[in-house]
């Protein structure tokens, strides 16, 4: 096992790494920026280093600062967490030159799957449902007329360096085809400094539903059944669930056991998720992200699984110890991620907590490195908290849930819990028949 492990990230997820860490009895380095220097993360561990100024550039995505980080520390493996350099797969390839050990896949999958178009390519051949549309990339236009005749529109052309939904077009009709896929080409290039992109039939009303995985060094891969992040809003998720909503116990089987057969094939390893476009009892992989997510913990809820705890018991070359058969699905998950914005126009609303009160009880869960007194920084991504919630049922679940938003009370700056309160009274939401474009409409109408 590990000696020490230097956590690359903050705020929540960095508390939610020392966690787990502690319960192994492994002692955990922070890392932080000057603006962080009185964040919870860097109060709670064993070490910490400041890395650099506020911005993330110089500071959490500083890759010499890290490793050096490490080095004086005497750390022997890294988690990235999510987002910064999570899925830079030159980094994890710096950490493993360095003779540290990175928590997460080989620098190989990491970038495979960083191309949109090789992961799609790589999930076909390993028997994963794609969404139909071009063979690769679409260089010129006549591969491009020749696509969209033969795969029939509505079309999305996307970018293979993308995700998140930058460099999207949707061509309605041959009319708009061309202009779109020009379009989504110069967006590309500027957002990701490749035009490189493929195109894709147009699911109108899909829902968003992702499979959870881990794979061990031994060819051992189970999956821990789906999340639906069909509620998001411009591309961030909003709320997450899980099982779907939408999804029987045989569809979720049938998932799972295709993404455990292509990632076995495949030799993955560690922590990763499928997304699919799920539409008309359907599933189509879209992408691969390799990665602990942020909406990990309504996974964790339903299996009674640390996934960061096997994440790091992988990584150091441990067995899952553990089949398919093992892993047994209970209640329902809901997460709330609440962010330091208005919930009237979602300007981000940094600055400092005067008073926090985290609600608690039966099956309520808080991941949050807020406390009262603590300053909210402008710098990075607003989200300040997650609240989970499991109960037996879906309906338990979100009577539980607006209790729980309830006692929740963050004073001092606006948060979003006010929007979390709508969507858990809509009837819509409390029907769960929702897609991805539902809570866009919702706010569009003024609900
Ligand atoms: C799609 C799609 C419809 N049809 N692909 C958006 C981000 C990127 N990860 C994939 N995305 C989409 N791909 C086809 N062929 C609709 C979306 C999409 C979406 C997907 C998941 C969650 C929210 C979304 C919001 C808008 C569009």
Redesign the pocket.
Known sequence: MFHKILIANRGEIALRIQRACRELGIPTVAVHSTADAEAMHVRLADESVCIGPPAARESYLNIPSILSAAAITGADAIHPGYGFLSENADFAEMVEAHGLTFIGPSPAHIRMMGDKIAAKAAMESLGVPL?P?SDGAVADAAVLRAVAERTGYPL?V?AAA????RG?KVARDASELEEAWRLARTEARAAFGSDEVYV????DR?R?IEVQILADAYGHVVHFGERD??L?RR?QKVIEEAGSPALTAAARDGIGGVATAALSKLGYRNAGTL?F?YQDGAF?F??MNTRLQVEHPVTEMICGVDLVREQIRIAAGHALGYGQDDVRFSGHAIECRINAEDPDNFMPTPGRVTAYHAPGGLGVRVDSALYAGCVVPPYYDSMIAKLIVHAPTRADAINRLRRAIEEFAVLGIKTTLPLHRRIVDNPGFQRGDYT?HWLENLMASGG
Do not use: D, N
Not at 200 to 203: D, F, H, N, R
């Open positions: 969404v549309g999305l996307k993308g995700g998140g939904g999207m894709e039939k147009y699911l899909p968003h992040c069909s998001q591309h997304e476009l189509a879209i992408e991805i």
